[in-house]
């Protein structure tokens, strides 16, 4: 059991650490365009006092464009926020469909994952009894994972529903012939953990993922994290 939590704090750590270097990158590209722009203001002002004609539109758009990127730095906070909240209780009532939602919006703070499309439309509350933080760290891993092996399509598309006592996210657009591999990535960890299963389909390119609505008798989240009892 000790080399159970030992691995399960390690891997969690490791996430933590990347999710906060993603974030932390994210806010200083923000600061660093804001800066870029208050200098192009301050130029625009300069000429001004040197005779030339002060281009109102040019400056409205200067003013538009900083408090975009302001709202894009509170962006960045919210998730930050979200993702260390993840800690507050290990195991609890979870939300699938916002867990996914929150594992795709760190996505795009990777500056290697940012550009891929990621289709996902947020259904009603899928809840579960689990563990928010581990299971944002899956959902990333297999993104990461789906990204590296995406299919000629060029599109990620994320589905859950609701399926006889549990949870099914199917992620398609993946390469078949790669999805062998899964199994030897990180994400095998993190699945023991939140006692969920998964399969592959090599021929349509897709890789689900079984989440019991409650964790099975003996499962790690359990033994691990006896903080909560299931609903």
Request: glycine share 8%; proline share 5%.
């Amino acid at each position: 059991m000790g080399k159970v939590v030992k691995n399960a704090g390690a891997e969690g750590l490791r996430f933590f650490g990347k999710t906060n270097r993603l974030i932390s990158h994210e806010l200083k590209n923000v600061f660093a365009i804001i800066t870029e722009t208050l200098g192009l203001m301050e130029d625009l002002l300069e000429l001004s006092q040197g005779g030339e004609t002060l281009n109102l539109d040019r400056l409205h758009s200067i003013k538009q464009s900083i408090i975009d990127e302001v709202g894009r730095a509170n962006s960045v906070v919210r998730c930050l926020n979200t993702v260390a909240h993840c800690v507050d209780e290990l195991v609890g009532p979870v939300d699938v469909a916002e867990i996914i939602s929150l594992a795709v919006e760190i996505t795009k703070f990777n500056p290697v994952l940012r550009n891929t499309a990621i289709r996902f439309v947020k259904t009603e509350p899928q809840v579960i009894y689990s563990s928010r933080f581990f299971l944002v760290n899956l959902f990333y891993h297999i993104l990461d994972f789906a990204i590296s092996a995406m299919g000629p399509e060029g599109v990620i598309h994320i589905v859950s529903d609701v399926e006889d006592k549990k949870i099914r996210v199917s992620f398609s657009g993946v390469d078949g012939t790669q999805l062998k591999s899964f199994s030897t990535t990180n994400a095998s960890r993190l699945i023991k953990i939140v006692g969920a299963k998964t399969a592959v389909n090599i021929p349509d390119g897709k890789l689900e993922v079984l989440l019991p609505i409650n964790p099975p008798k003996g499962g790690l989240l359990f033994p691990v994290f006896p903080v909560f009892k299931p609903f």
